[in-house]
């Protein structure tokens, strides 16, 4: 092995410097290093944020001041000196005598002996040249001899758990700690609340109320309607947050939530969060690093609506499709509609003879809710669908719901013909056969204009004016100068309306007339509208009924001097006069009025079946229709009679055996009442009196009075002498007398009305059942249930009701504009109004 050169040495000299160099900052290092790690692991674990102020500044200092002491053997360190760095290499290559050190020795007496120099300059070659494996050793700690109680490791450990467990970010952590504000128990105010959706109607909850928080230390989650929006607002917080976590199945928090993005709003200490909750999750607020609150919240899942048809659509000869339905949904469905489609296998096979029919928009079928969000609905829609294209053609229809949610269920597809008018004239029959033609092939219509030139050609015998010839003169002119498809849809509804005005005559017009406001009423009614639009419109709707009654009025005229007889095979209903019309819209006028609009557009709907089943002729028979509506009504004054005259029976049997006034359990059962023999005589002759009239105006009717009721006269007229008398027996035993008569006589009365042909013209129900009532002649009630009779019977309001109902109305608006009331209080107001409107 060679010796050792200077340049190496020197290496080695200086690799034993930067050891002991180190070896000095290390050992300098701990205490600082200890003290660190205490402050850190209590800045990061939270300890000293959540210390009151005073006491995390005093504990602050302390910590601050020792760390400044313990840096003073670091302010001391000097570099090591080469003598040191000499004496390292001994130690470390094990050599003694100082054989490196000894390099840098001088000759005591100086230099200024050549030989002597030259002696010495070999002493130190052959001293460096028997210098080999030397070493300057790796640094070494000295921290267990520094710290023998091992103060460091716990230090240690305590950073890493506080890193490692603590919440927020480090500098979070060291905001919080030195900030100076003031206790938040001072100032802090935290309200949260949900809020469900409208529909759902379920009152908001107060997260933050006493009871809530009680509720909650059971650890089970809130149970809040799907969509349901939290508010929060936090005041006095210097760095509030919001944070959501999925919900375990224990209750508690998991993993962060990132499709949940709030709104927040900022302004000085005051901190607002906004969320629509659309999945379940735990809910965390707090400031910095210090939690305030925690929710765990669960959703009730909002369904997606159902719909069904009750029954298979249908039509009539009229082109009147009706369609039967029932859908539900949990919170209410709020919208209904239907989509048609032309179905692929027609009459003649699968597709069309032409590929006109596909140029031509579905028609529409607009269906109405009877009541604004109902849970469960079932009714039957009916449109008018005899002038679209698509009449008489297979079409596919399908039913869809939707929610306040927005979300939409459908129905099962359902096949059927789309029902068309029947016209009956020869003319109109012929041109709605061109028209068909026209529609499945518009490129071929010239063929349709020479028929109807054909036609116009020899008109003798087809049309009764020249109305008709005219018009069809100019469908076929414009067929022969069209230029495109809009010329041709032309045409389709000219023909239409031209084979409608042949067929009806001028009652068509009319008809079109107070079909168009009626929808226009319906819709206006659907948006809510204002009270002077309505109005405006029922104007508009009174005079355009007027028209339509004098056109069927004139249309029977005709038929009669042409001598064409009514059909008298008709099943028995109920007679619908001008003032029965009128009474109607002048009800849908009040309902709206009132702020129900639901109610309203329920008897339009209702005021449009009557409209569309009248037919001409139907006003022959009025007079005997209002005979039998006058005698119907005798016999309702006759069962009115048959109750008050049980009612003043019952009356007398309160009467004491002596007749004693004031001394009866008639005063009991009414305080303050007092009966008296000629009390109740005064009653029995009024009676007596209504009974004769009723007599008087059967004779002027030309009916034979049944002797039974003459003999009920007379026994009334001895149950009055005998409570003058004070005779109760007496006349308990007379009235009994007269009941009896009374029911025998109401029986004989209707048997009368019904041999002289009287039940048969507007006094009918719909179903044929006699009388429109809820009792038979003898005021007992009837077991029939449909629109005239029994508990469906008088489903809209009285005036009273609606009068009532607007009072209602006016004081929840002027409560709704008092801010003083109590919150809980306005919003419940909120909610009602929405709920009317």
Known sequence: ????????????????????????????????????????????????????????????????????????????????????????????SGLPHRPVSGLSDRLADGDDDPQRMAIWLEHKRRQLAGLVGLRAGLPQSRWRDLDAAALRLPAILLLVASLVLGRGSPSESLAAAVAQAPPASETLALDAWLKPPAYTGKPPVMLTSPAMTEKLKDGEPLLIPQNAVLALRLTGAAD?????????????????????????????????????????????????????????????????PKIAFAAEPAGDSAGTLTAKWKASDDYGVTDISAELSLADNQDD???????????????????????????????????????????????????????????????????????????????ARALIEQRKHLILQPDRSGEVEQMLEALIAWPDGLTEGSGAVISIAAIASRLRAAAGQDDIDAAVAMLWQTAVGIEDGSMAEARANLEAIRKELERALAEGASPERIAELMDKM?????????????????????????????????????????????????????GANDAARQMLSQLDDILRNLKPGQQQGQMQSQQGQQLGKMLDQLSELLRRQQQLMDDTQRLPPDGAPGQNGGEQNNPGMQ??????????????DRLAELLRRLGENGLNAP???????????????????????????????????????????????????????????????????????????????????????????????????????????????????????????????????
């Open 349 to 427: 096979g699968v597709g069309f003879a032409g590929n006109g029919i596909f140029l031509y928009q579905p028609p529409k079928f607009p269906i109405s809710l009877r009541r604004a969000a109902a849970k469960e609905e079932a009714g039957a829609t009916t449109a008018d669908l005899a002038e679209h294209p698509w009449a008489g053609f297979m079409v596919e229809m399908q039913l869809k719901a939707t929610d306040a949610a927005g979300q939409t269920g459908r129905s099962e597809t359902r096949t059927f013909r789309m029902p068309e008018r029947l016209f009956i004239k020869p003319l």
């Open 542 to 594: 009174r005079q355009a009924m007027d028209r339509y009654m004098q056109s069927l009025m004139n249309q029977t005229d005709k038929r009669m001097r042409q001598g064409q007889q009514q059909d008298q095979r008709q099943l028995p209903g109920r007679m619908v006069t001008p003032e029965d019309l009128k009474k109607m819209l002048d009800t849908i006028q009040k309902l709206a009025e009132s």
């Open 707 to 837: 002797d039974s009721l003459g003999q009920a006269g007379r026994s009334m007229k001895e149950a009055e002498g005998s409570l003058r008398r004070s005779d109760r027996e007496g006349a308990l035993g007379r009235q009994g007398d007269a009941m009896v008569k009374l029911r025998q006589g109401a029986q004989g009365m209707a048997r009368q009305l019904l041999q002289q042909g009287f039940g048969q013209q507007g006094n009918y129900g719909r179903n044929g059942e006699a009388r429109g009532d809820d009792r038979d002649p003898l005021g007992r009630p009837t077991a029939t249930r449909n629109e005239d009779t029994g508990p469906l019977r008088n489903m809209l309001p009285t005036e009273m009701a609606i009068r009532r109902a607007r009072e209602i109305l006016d004081i929840l608006r002027s409560r709704a504009n008092e801010a003083d009331r109590p919150r809980l209080e306005l919003d419940y107001i909120d909610r009602l109004l929405r709920g009317l409107y």
């Open 1 to 92: 092995m060679t010796g050792m050169t200077l340049q190496r040495l020197d290496g080695k000299i200086r690799a034993a410097r930067l050891a002991l160099a180190f070896e000095a900052l290390w050992a300098a290092l701990l205490w600082p290093m200890v003290l660190a790690s205490v402050a850190l692991a209590a800045l990061f674990s939270g300890l000293l944020p959540s210390l009151q102020a005073a006491l995390r500044l005093a504990v602050l200092a302390s910590l601050a001041l020792a760390f400044l002491a313990s840096l003073g053997p670091l302010l001391r360190l000097r570099l090591p000196s080469q003598i040191d760095a000499m004496r390292r290499i001994e130690r470390y």
């Open 675 to 688: 009966i008296s023999p000629d009390a109740l005589a005064g009653q029995q002759k009024g009676l007596e």
């Open 240 to 304: 509030a947050k919001i944070a959501f976590e999925s919900l375990s199945p224990s209750g508690g928090g998991g993993a962060e939530v990132k499709d949940l993005k709030p709104s927040l709003r900022r302004d000085k200490n005051l901190f607002q969060a906004e969320v629509t909750l659309t999945r379940p999750v735990y809910i965390r607020v707090s400031d910095g690093s210090r939690e305030l609150a925690h929710w765990p919240v669960a959703l009730i899942p909002d369904a997606a």
